[in-house]
C-alpha cells in the first residue's frame, strides 16, 4: 500500500504523489501533504462491486469526483445514474452521496471538496500572462 510521498517541497509550492494509482485502496488524501488552502483531495480506489462504505453528505464544502478509470455507479439521495472514466459529478452540499464500482477493472477517482459557493475569479479572471524565462 502506497502513501503520498513528499517529492519537493519549495516556498511557493509542493509536489508530491500517490505512486500508482492502483496501488492502495480506500482513499488517500492530499491536503495536508501539499498545505493546500483551498480545498482537500483525495484520490480513491473501489475494486468490483465495492462502493463506499456509507452515504455521507457535507455541510458547508461541494464535492467534485473525477473518475479516471473504470465504471460504476453513483448515487446522489434518491437518484441514480452511470459514471465511467472522463465523468465529473459535482454534488451540492446536503444531501447524500455515495459510488459504487460495478467495472472488472478498478474505478479511480479523484475527489476534490471545496467550499460551496466560494469560487470567484478563475482561469483568465484570475491569470495574468508574465515575462519569466522559461527553464523547461
Ligand atoms: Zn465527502
Known sequence: MSEIKV?????????????????????QFVKDAIGATS??????????GEAVPFFHSHKTNEENYVILSGAGKFQVDNVVFEIAEGSVVRVSTGCDRNLKCTS??????????????????????????TERASLL
Open 7 to 27: 517529492l519537493e517541497n519549495g516556498a511557493k509550492f509542493a509536489h508530491v504523489s500517490a505512486g500508482c494509482l492502483n496501488g492502495f485502496d480506500g482513499k
Open 39 to 48: 480545498c482537500e483531495i483525495s484520490f480513491g480506489i473501489l475494486r468490483t
Open 104 to 129: 472488472v477493472d478498478p474505478m479511480v477517482y479523484i475527489c476534490i471538496q471545496a467550499k460551496e459557493g466560494s469560487l470567484g475569479d478563475y482561469t483568465m479572471t484570475d491569470a495574468e500572462l
